[in-house]
Structures are given as C-alpha cells and as structure tokens.
C-alpha cells in the first residue's frame, strides 16, 4: 500500500488545518491508521490512531479536545482534523498503517507502510 499525506502549510496560532492521507494499491478498509509528527531534534511521536473496523480513536494528551481523526473508506482516506493549532504542534506529520494488532498504543514502531509527511507550521 502507498500512502500519500497531504495539507499541511503555515497557519497562524489558533487556526485550523485538515491533513489527508490517501491511500493506492490496497483498500484502507482493513488496515488501523495512525497520524504521527516529528519535529525537528525531537523523536517521532503519535498524535492519534484510529481502529480499522470500529472508527474508535486514540489521542496523545497534547492534542485530545484539539485535533480529531476521521476515516471515510469509500475514498480510501483518513483524515486529520487539527483545530486550535499552536506553535508547539509544528512539525512534518506522517500517516502509517498499523501492523501488530496493537493500533491503540499508536506506537511508531509498530507500523509498517509510511506516507512522505506533510510540514505543519503554526507561527503568526
């Protein structure tokens, strides 16, 4: 599966932004989804994971009640909703589909196929 995010850009603090990650060469339907971020000299960290079959999700604590995820499988797309962005949220985010079984612990390492990252900007 190739997956391709996209969306991202410079918004000022308090703004809001949607990334896309859409996915070709196998259905989504069947694969939980995570959304992760990576800033510069800093680790890759999960920001949410989102089940296969359910829609339940899983937030980092730095960004529940601010961002929400979302698939829609007819378009083979997750989405991810940022609201309330700030500067600290700034970073090239990735979408990765889960390969243990585990989704809910939204862990980098237990992903398998990655999209290119998209870059995030919150700076007035």
Known sequence: VQ???????????????????????????????????????????????????????VYADSVRGRFTISRDDAKNTVYLHMNSLKPEDTAVYYCATESVGLWMLCKAT???????????????
């Open 3 to 57: 997956l391709q995010a996209s969306g991202g850009g410079l918004v000022q603090p308090g703004g809001s932004l949607t990334l896309s990650c859409e996915a070709s060469g196998s259905s989504l339907e069947y694969y939980a989804i995570g959304w992760f971020r990576q800033a510069p000299g800093k680790e890759r960290e999960g920001v949410s994971c989102i089940g296969a079959s359910d829609g339940n999700a």
């Open 110 to 124: 237990h992903m398998n196929y990655w999209g290119q990252g998209t870059q995030v900007t919150v700076s007035s």
